[in-house]
């Protein structure tokens, strides 16, 4: 076995450039892989998704108004709610009137989402219909 260690003449050169092809190989490769894999990764379910509405809200009398403090305690109007089976008797009797009256939830912005999430919940096994969270239009100004 042979092996080359110089040149015959004695005097080697030395090579002072970087051999980049390498380097362009592993390059385009990542090029690839990140090209096939993008599509990929930003593909979702087609879902329509809700659109925001400011819609002015109409107080009628037989309209149930829930409001939820920030400790979690459930007030049917004013009136202190003292516990979950309450409210959903209470519910259960407004459910079979017709038209079934709407549900007003007035959720305090300290309140836990538990809270609010129970009331969901009991107006759901009552056999409600219509929920909706009463907020506050957004500040105004710049």
């Known amino acids: ?15 002072s450039s970087i051999n980049t092809t390498p380097l362009v190989d592993v390059m385009l490769v990542l090029l690839i892989i990140f090209l096939i894999t993008v599509p990929v990764v930003t593909q979702s379910v087609a879902v329509n998704l809700p ?10 009398p037989e309209n149930i108004e829930i409001s939820v403090a920030k400790d979690g305690e459930v007030y ?38 538990e809270s609010v999430g129970r ?6 096994r009552a056999g409600i219909m219509k929920i909706n969270f009463v907020t506050e239009p957004p500040a105004r100004g710049g």
């Open 119 to 124: 009331v969901v919940f009991a107006c759901q």
């Open 51 to 60: 659109k925001e509405t400011n819609i002015v809200r109409v107080t009628k």
């Open 1 to 15: 076995m042979g092996m080359n260690v110089g040149s015959s003449s004695g005097d080697d050169d030395v090579v």
């Open 76 to 113: 049917w109007a004013t009136k202190l709610v003292p516990d979950m089976e309450e409210l959903v008797q209470r519910l259960g009797k407004e459910s079979v009137k017709n038209p079934q009256p709407e549900v007003h939830i007035r959720g305090d912005d300290k309140s836990r989402y």
